[in-house]
Each structure stands twice: as C-alpha cells, then as structure tokens.
C-alpha cells in the first residue's frame, strides 16, 4: 500500500507564498511521475503541476508564472512552490503519485487527502 502525506498549506494573504509538500510512503517499485491537483468549491479538480522521473515538468493552464514544483527522489518527496497567490488559487490541494510494483508493469494511482490553501485578498 503506497501512501502520501501533504503539508504546507494555510492561509496566506494576496501576493504571499507558499511551499506544498508530498512525501510517498510504502513498498513500492518506482515511482513515474508526482503530480499536484487542485480543487476549488463548485468546480472540477484541475491539474496544477506534474514532474515526471525525467525531471519533465508540466504546468496547468497560467500557472508556470507562478508556481514551480520539483522533486526529491532520494526522499520520494514533491514540492510545488506558490508565488503571488492569487484568491483564486483558493482549494484544496491534491497531491497524486503513479507507482509500479513490478518492473515492466502497469503502474497504479496513488492520491493523497489534500491540503487545503486559502488566499485571502
């Protein structure tokens, strides 16, 4: 069983940062990717940010700018670093790690309870 362990939210005024942490516990084989979702009340979770075991980064729409996220793989640990928070960052934030058990397999989805970040103006 991998579980996943976020921390770093808050409250934090308009303008203001703040640092997201992932780390991923259990037995697990590799770990192909770390991914940061978000979810605002009323709407869909998006993506906000995910780092492939490449290094490769993807951002979602508007938030490269702002945000950054990086990896430690020695501590199978993601951050996502938030700058000029915006109210409408406002949500709870997700952290999702894809993981494979077996080399050569499939690997499963692993997400953890979220975090909330609240962006007063």
């Known amino acids: 069983q991998v579980r996943l362990v976020e921390s770093g939210g808050g409250l934090v005024q308009a303008g203001g940062s703040l640092r997201l942490s992932c780390t991923a516990s259990?037995?697990?084989?590799?770990?192909?990717?770390m991914s940061w979702y978000r979810q605002a009340p009323g709407k869909q979770r998006e993506l906000a940010a995910v780092?492939?075991?490449?290094?490769?980064?993807r951002y979602g729409a508007s938030l490269k700018d702002r945000f950054t996220i990086s990896r430690d793989s020695d501590k199978n640990t993601v951050y996502l670093q938030m700058n000029s928070l915006k109210s409408e960052d406002t949500a709870v934030y997700y952290c999702?790690?894809?993981?494979?058990?077996?080399?050569?397999?499939?690997?499963?989805?692993?997400w953890g309870p979220g975090t909330q970040v609240t962006v007063s103006s």
């Open positions: 780092i492939l075991s490449s290094g490769s980064t």
């Open positions: 999702n790690a894809e993981v494979t058990f077996v080399a050569g397999t499939n690997y499963f989805s692993y």
């Open positions: 259990g037995s697990m084989y590799s770990i192909n990717s």
